[in-house]
C-alpha cells in the first residue's frame, strides 16, 4: 500500500514538473471557422488574420496552422473546388466545428450569432472599413 500512495504522489508531482502544453487544436480550428463563418455571413464584417496567426502562437500550435486550417475549411466548405484537403483528423475537426456553428446560427438565428461573434471573436473579426 505504502508504494502504491509512493506511486500516485510521484506522478503528481511529474504532472506538475510537466511542460505546458498546446491547447487542443480542435479549439484552435473552431475559431478560425466561426471567424471566417462571421466574414461571409455578418454583413460588414472581415477577419483580422494576423491575429489569427497570433492566437495560434499563443495556443502553441506549429507555425504554419493558420493557414493550414484556413485551406482545409475552404477546401471542405466549397467542395473541393477552393483551398487544400488537410489531413483526415483536421478534417473531422472541421466538420465538427462546422456541426456546432450551424446548430447554433439555427438555435440563435443569424443576427443574434452575428452580434454574438463581434464579442467573442474581438480581435479576430472587424467591421469592414
Known amino acids: 500500500m505504502r508504494h502504491g500512495a509512493f506511486i ?4 503528481g508531482a511529474m ?3 510537466a511542460p505546458a502544453r498546446a491547447e487542443p487544436r480542435t479549439a484552435y480550428v473552431t475559431l ?5 463563418a462571421a466574414k461571409v455571413e455578418c454583413p460588414g464584417t472581415d477577419v483580422v488574420y494576423q491575429d489569427l496567426v ?3 502562437q499563443e495556443m502553441q500550435q506549429p507555425d504554419g496552422t493558420t493557414e493550414t486550417v484556413r485551406k482545409a475549411i475552404a477546401y471542405m466548405l466549397t467542395g ?6 488537410g489531413n483526415d483528423e483536421l478534417m473531422q475537426e472541421i466538420a465538427i466545428a462546422v456541426q456546432s ?3 447554433d ?4 438565428g443569424m443576427p443574434t450569432w452575428c452580434e454574438t461573434q463581434k464579442s467573442s471573436l474581438a480581435g479576430f473579426i472587424r467591421s469592414k472599413s
Open 32 to 36: 478560425v471557422l466561426q471567424a471566417f
Open 54 to 56: 497570433k492566437k495560434a
Open 8 to 11: 500516485v504522489l510521484t506522478l
Open 15 to 17: 504532472a506538475l514538473a
Open 80 to 85: 473541393g473546388k477552393m483551398g487544400e484537403r
Open 101 to 103: 456553428t450551424d446548430m
Open 105 to 108: 446560427q439555427r438555435r440563435l
